[in-house]
């Protein structure tokens, strides 16, 4: 894992998990201030409708499945399942409830979070609910016909190897909630999103909350923690949509010019551009054009120096240094532009690529892969009184740029 890999995970994940640690710690610790009951049992559905209307607008579907599914939680911890499911033991059905609720939801978290948002947004919503819907009701149905047969399947303690008492759910429920956990966690750490954080932390925090019988107003004060985690990830995503950019993970002309604005008195802004990207397109094709961006962005994201790189557009990029002059800066310019020349690209044919890393590495063999290599040109300038706003650096490090160029590429340049 990278330390940028690294930086975004925390990023994403830090905030929702103060959140809910935060409200987890005050609920069992009774720190929250008495509030009219009313209110406390209105807030999660407030919590709701801002979080659904916010998936609803941003077309997040997956999302707004959780947020359905959190107060349909919600509605079963006020129909006090869990105290039934404790207190009638000769009546089999609320049990079978509680351990329905608590085994299915974790799975629909799961698959919902992988069936991905490609239809139209009204549809992909219909589609999961009747999905979803007739899963319960055939769950239900079953429930009802054979309570006995299914409380041997849901209730049974199957491997009392594995069973913990502390626990407050029946073992096949408990293990799949931490099955579902395990997955969907080893994917936010592989791909950092904001929507599957704050799926992710829901559904530890809906495993946390079913088992326990807080005092009166924790549930609905905890749901709607989780409904308001929901909500935020859908803003932080929303917000990382417009200013990242897709292909390389850099942040995007928007970023830039947000940045630009809050520049201080000293500055210096490199622009680069690939050599004969044009010819390396029309050579190699768009696809491998477009690896090479991400390994240029790759490179250029680890510049030294305070340096932050941004996608300009196309095959540009800038790099912006807070309080540097541009001489300060042209080492740091010299260790990416060398590393991206000594940097060689396997060319991989996705047909004939094996599905495998190893079986594909036993196939290339050592010095079997064919490679290619590209170099950029950079062109830096610092603010002066001749270029006194950021607008015109960019202008005065575009034409050293162009300098670079003539000069035969594969170079930094400074503004005269
Ligand atoms: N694969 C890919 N190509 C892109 C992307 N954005 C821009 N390009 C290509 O980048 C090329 C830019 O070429 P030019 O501006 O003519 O310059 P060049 O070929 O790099 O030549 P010099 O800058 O003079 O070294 C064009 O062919 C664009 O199609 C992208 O996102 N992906």
Known sequence: ??????????????????????????????????????????????????????????????????????????????????????TTEAD??????????????????????????????????LLRLSVFGSLAGFAVLFATQFPEGMA??????????????????????????ILCLAVMGFFVVRRPTPQWAGQWITLAGIGWMLPQLFHAYAVPLFTATLLLILAIAVVHESFQ?????????????????????????????????????????????????????????????????????????????????????AEQCVPHLEAVREAIEAYEIAIRNEASRPSNKREGRARRGPGKERTVSVTISMGVAERSVDHPD??????????????AKQAGRNQVCLAE
């Open 152 to 177: 041997d399947l849901l209730l049974t303690t199957h491997l009392p190897a594995l069973h913990w008492d502390g626990y407050g759910m029946p073992q096949l429920s408990f293990w799949s909630l």
């Open 241 to 325: 949509m417009a200013f990242r950019d897709d292909l390389t993970g850099l942040p995007g002309r928007r970023a830039l010019n947000e940045r630009l604005q809050r520049l201080g008195r000293c500055y210096a802004i490199a622009m680069t551009d690939v050599d004969h990207f044009k010819k390396f397109n029309d050579t190699h094709g768009h696809d491998l054009g477009d690896q090479v961006l991400r390994v240029v962005a790759a490179q250029l994201r680890k510049v030294r120096g305070g340096g932050k790189a941004y996608r300009y557009g196309g095959e540009e990029f800038t790099i912006v240094f807070p309080g540097k002059t």
């Open 92 to 125: 089999l059905l609320p049990a079978l409830g509680y351990a329905l609720m608590t085994l299915m939801v974790p799975l629909v978290f799961l698959v919902n979070a992988f069936w991905s948002e490609r239809y139209h947004l009204m549809m992909d919503l």
């Open 390 to 403: 950021p607008q015109s650096v960019i202008k005065a490090a575009d034409q050293a740029l162009y300098a």
């Open 1 to 86: 894992m990278t330390q940028e890999h690294l930086k975004t995970l925390i990023f994403i994940l830090l905030p929702p998990v103060m959140l809910a640690l935060g409200m987890g710690a005050a609920i069992q610790g009774a720190w929250l201030p008495e509030l009219p009951q009313g209110l406390v049992e209105v807030i999660p559905w407030l919590t709701g409708v801002l979080a659904g209307v916010l998936a609803f607008l941003y077309g997040r579907t997956r999302t707004l499945i959780c947020v359905i599914l959190v107060l349909m939680v919600y509605l079963g911890s006020m129909f006090q399942i869990r105290p039934m499911a404790m």
